[in-house]
C-alpha cells in the first residue's frame, strides 16, 4: 500500500512543481502553527478543511464576522531584503482588525501563499509570521494552502493572503448606529506604514535601485527596517476597551487613510472634524511627503500617517479610553470630534 511517503511525480517536478518539498515546507510549518492553538480546535493541518468549535457559552444571539486581505506589494520589500518572517503578521492584521472593528473576537485563520518555487525554509519563514500574527490576535491558524506556480511567479516571488472569522453578540457588535453629534473620535497610533500604500512608497523611495539597508537618522532605523515594520493589531487593546467604556463605533485606517476609513462607521449626517495638529504624524511619513513631492492632502487619503485605528466613545469617557488604551500597550489620543455633516474635516 503506498503512503504519502511514497508521494512523488517526476514528471511535475519536471514542469517545475516539486511535490516533496510541499511535505517539507508542512512539516517545517507545524511548529509555528502549534504556538496558535486555542480551545475549539478540532483538526490539525493534512486535512481538506479547519474544523472550529466556538464556544457559544454568554451569547445570546452568535453573529458570525469575516475579514479577508492580502499583503499587496509591501512584498516587494520582503523579496529585496530578503526578510519572510514579519509580512505574515501584516496578512493576519490586515483581516483581525476588520473583524475586531465590527466588535467581534477573530477565532481563526487560514493563509494563501502561492509561489514560484516551493523553497521549504522560506514558505515556514512565511508562516512563522502568521501565526505569530494569530498569536497577537488570540485567533487560531487552522489550515492553509501553499501553490506552487512555476511560470506565473519568479521563483523569488510570492503572494500572500488570508482570511479570517470571528464571533460576536448582535446586541454588542459596533454598527456606529448610536454615534452622535459630539462624541469623541480616539486615535489608536500605528506602528509605521502598516500594509497600504506601497505602490506608492515603492516609487517615492525607488526601492528598486535603493540600498535599503542604510541607516536614517530621521527614521532611527534602516529604510528597510521601517518599510517593513509590521502592521500592529488592535484586537485584544479594542476588545478590552469595549469592556471598560462605551465604544460605539470603530474604523481600521488602511488603503485611502483618513478621508475613506472613518467616515465607514459613522451614520448618515454625520462626519468626523479632525485637529491636525492633534495628529502624531511618524517620521516615516514625513519623509514620503518630502521625497515625493506629495501634497498633504494625498497623504491622509493615502496612509494611515501614524494612526491605525480610530474609535468612537461618548466625549465623557474620552479620558477613560484613552488611559484603558494605553493600559493595554497602545499609545492613544483623542484625534477630533464627530460633528454634523458629511466625510471628513481635517483642520
Do not use: W
Not at 466556538?54 to 531584503?81: N, Q, W, Y
Not at 470603530?250 to 449626517?269: D, M, Q, S, V, W
Amino acid at each position: 500500500m503506498a503512503t504519502k511517503k511514497d508521494s512523488h511525480s517526476e514528471s511535475y517536478r519536471a514542469a517545475g512543481v516539486d511535490i516533496e518539498a510541499g511535505y517539507k515546507a508542512v512539516e517545517l510549518m507545524k511548529k509555528h502553527v502549534a504556538r496558535t492553538m486555542i480551545p475549539g480546535v478540532v483538526s490539525d493541518l493534512g486535512g481538506f478543511g479547519g474544523l472550529f468549535m466556538p464556544d457559544l457559552s454568554g451569547i445570546r444571539e452568535p453573529v458570525l464576522v469575516s475579514g479577508t486581505d492580502g499583503v499587496g506589494t509591501k512584498l516587494k520589500i520582503a523579496f529585496l531584503m530578503d526578510k519572510h518572517d514579519t509580512v505574515g503578521i501584516d496578512c493576519v492584521a490586515m483581516c483581525v482588525n476588520d473583524v475586531a472593528c465590527a466588535g467581534a473576537k477573530p477565532l481563526f485563520f487560514l493563509d494563501y501563499v502561492a509561489v514560484g518555487k516551493n523553497e521549504p525554509e522560506r514558505v515556514a519563514a512565511i508562516v512563522s509570521g502568521v501565526a505569530e500574527g494569530c498569536v497577537q490576535a488570540g485567533c487560531a491558524l487552522i489550515g492553509g494552502e501553499t501553490a506552487e506556480m512555476p511560470g506565473f511567479y519568479d521563483e523569488k516571488e510570492y503572494d500572500l493572503a488570508g482570511f479570517s472569522v470571528g464571533l460576536g453578540d448582535k446586541s454588542r457588535l459596533l454598527t456606529g448606529e448610536s454615534v452622535k453629534d459630539g462624541d469623541a473620535i480616539i486615535a489608536m497610533a500605528s506602528s509605521g506604514v502598516h500594509s497600504n500604500g506601497f505602490s506608492l512608497v515603492r516609487r517615492v523611495f525607488d526601492v528598486e535601485n535603493r540600498d535599503l539597508s542604510v541607516y536614517s537618522e530621521e527614521l532611527g532605523a534602516t529604510i528597510g527596517e521601517t518599510l517593513l515594520t509590521p502592521t500592529k493589531i488592535y484586537v485584544k487593546p479594542l476588545l478590552n476597551l469595549m469592556d471598560k467604556v462605551n465604544v460605539k463605533a470603530a474604523a481600521h485606517i488602511t488603503g485611502g487613510g483618513f478621508y475613506e476609513n472613518i467616515p465607514r462607521c459613522l451614520p448618515e449626517g454625520l462626519a468626523a472634524k479632525v485637529e491636525r495638529k492633534a495628529v502624531e504624524v511618524l517620521p516615516v511619513f514625513n519623509m514620503i511627503a518630502k521625497l515625493g513631492n506629495v501634497p498633504e492632502r494625498d497623504m491622509f487619503n493615502t496612509f494611515n500617517m501614524g494612526v491605525g485605528m480610530t474609535v468612537v466613545v461618548p466625549a465623557t469617557e474620552a479620558d477613560a479610553a484613552v488611559r484603558a488604551l494605553k493600559e493595554s500597550g497602545v499609545h492613544a489620543y483623542t484625534l477630533g470630534e464627530v460633528v454634523k455633516g458629511e466625510g471628513v474635516e481635517i483642520c
